[in-house]
């Protein structure tokens, strides 16, 4: 019989074990085998896995999967019993191999984890070398990196102020993380290298540093009228006086002119603005951020770099163009900073596309140190025109097009701190009008020297001279 719906042999007195046969009729939909005295395990596969224990109840002898575990010595259960003891040792020894493997394998990673930890620790120690004596550890430098004391961000890393306590004030430069396996330090070897062995009044004075495996904090001494160009180009320009721009344009001057002259070897700064000149209390300038200084071995001698390091605006032509870079490019950023002093602009941006101060202030003069009242700064209120009209012109000497034309550092300290003499009358301070014009028809005052007055002056003094009034004569160094 193959097809059955609903098999009842209930109440027959059935004894024996169910046919595992019947398990196999897949159109059975129920039965019922209760009450009889049958015995073994009922079957658990095919239409018995549907059925519940109401249909086998009043059979003491059944057991399976609705009836409760069979005993020891039923038909049918002893093969079975014996057959899981062996899967039972099987599986137990599987199971102490996977442990076994897993613990070795544990083992392993936590060694890997202890000796990676160790590693990150020994990163994480902070080492502060001391180029003088300190009264603070590298604890109390890491204690000032906090969001508030921020003064400063940029390409080279970001600046915090920060007080030491011994009441000391700081700035501390942290130089961007350094990649692993990365040989770009981001200019602090270079920094190190240089302000780690010069000693000057107008260079910035490198404390120390803190380092570890990743990261590279540099502790300067603390300036708190904070960059030239920040003075110069934000809300406190007007405060900076005339005699206050041209004590710190000699001042950078000197700076410069030691590292060019009396370093050995010679180092280029090849990033001089007026952002990495910093004022001190007293606004006395001190060059900073060295981070693309480069030693050069012989003097007057140029190197190629491999790309342009400099700030736009600054950048001397020959290094744009072929890449070789000398002293002289420092001299011509140098000029470019005088241009700000005397015009409190910026080197671009203000001048339209693809014009610069330089560019602006030779077509504005004409070239001319007579004409420098078109371009002076108008928060200038009175200027004592022969100094102005001498630093333009000094200007002008470093931002020439050639650079064997441009003086050296040491030639351009000297032209700053040799002021020509005003006769009496001329050496009057004269109004600035802000319209480019002296609201004084005053001349600059006469310099020694031992050249010729040009044609071009003689025939100036002939026009605007009268025979009672002194000759104005041209300033020329």
């Not at 011994?166 to 602090?188: I, T």
């Not at 605006?313 to 001299?331: C, F, H, M, Q, R």
Request: charged content about 20%; hydrophobic content about 35%; glycine content about 10%.
């Amino acid at each position: 019989m193959r097809i059955l719906n609903y098999l009842n042999l209930s109440r027959n007195h059935l004894d024996g074990e169910i046919p595992p046969s019947i398990a196999t009729m897949q159109s059975l939909t129920a039965v019922d085998f209760s009450y009889n005295n049958l015995s073994g395990l009922v079957p658990g596969t095919g239409q018995f896995s549907y059925f519940n224990a109401t249909s086998f109840v009043g059979n003491p002898g059944l057991c399976g999967p609705y009836l409760g575990p069979c005993s020891a010595g039923i038909a049918g259960t002893d093969h079975t019993a014996h057959g899981h003891g062996g899967l039972s040792n099987t599986v137990k020894l599987l199971i102490v191999l996977g442990l076994l493997i897993c613990s070795i394998a544990f083992a392993a990673v936590a060694i890997l984890k202890a000796r990676s930890l160790k590693k990150a620790s020994e990163a994480r120690v902070w080492k502060l070398t001391a180029f003088q004596r300190l009264d603070f550890t590298s604890d109390d430098v890491l204690d000032c990196l906090k969001e508030e004391n921020i003064i400063g961000k940029g390409g080279a890393g970001i600046v915090y102020k920060g007080a030491m306590p011994n009441g000391e004030l700081v700035a501390v430069k942290r130089l961007p993380a350094m990649g692993r396996g990365s040989s770009h330090d981001h200019g602090f070897s270079a920094e190190i290298q240089t302000l780690g062995r010069i000693r000057h009044r107008h260079i910035v004075r490198l404390l120390g540093f803190c380092s570890n495996n990743e990261t590279n904090l540099l502790v300067y001494e603390y300036m708190p009228n904070g960059s030239l160009g920040e003075m110069l180009h934000g809300k406190k320009g007007g405060h900076l006086h005339w005699n206050t721009r041209y004590n710190i344009a000699i001042e950078a001057a000197k700076g410069l002119c030691y590292l060019h002259h009396d370093c050995s070897p010679l180092i280029l700064h090849r990033d001089v603005k007026s952002n990495n000149i910093l004022l001190d209390s007293n606004f006395e300038a001190h060059v900073a951020d060295f981070g693309l200084a480069k030693f050069l071995q012989d003097s007057g001698a140029s190197e190629c770099m491999s790309a342009i390091a400099g700030s736009y605006g600054y950048i001397a032509p020959e290094y744009a163009y072929t890449l070789k870079v000398d002293e002289k490019s420092d001299v011509y950023s140098f000029g470019v900073v005088l241009l700000e002093l005397v015009t409190g602009r910026k080197p671009v941006g203000e001048f339209g596309d693809g014009v610069d101060i330089v560019q602006w202030a030779k077509m504005m003069t004409d070239s001319s140190k007579e004409q420098v009242m078109k371009i002076l700064d108008p928060r200038l209120s009175t200027v004592p025109l022969h100094e102005v009209m001498h630093v333009f012109y000094v200007a002008l000497l470093c931002t020439e097009e050639q650079s064997v034309q441009r003086p050296t550092m040491r030639e351009v300290v000297q032209i700053l701190s040799e002021l020509p003499k005003p006769s009496t009358k001329q050496g009057e301070e004269v109004p600035n009008s802000g319209d480019g014009s002296a609201s004084s028809p005053l001349h600059p005052a006469p310099v020694g020297t031992n050249e010729a007055p040009t044609v071009e002056a003689r025939d100036q003094q002939q026009q605007t001279s009268s025979p009672s009034s002194p000759p104005p004569d041209l300033i020329s160094i």
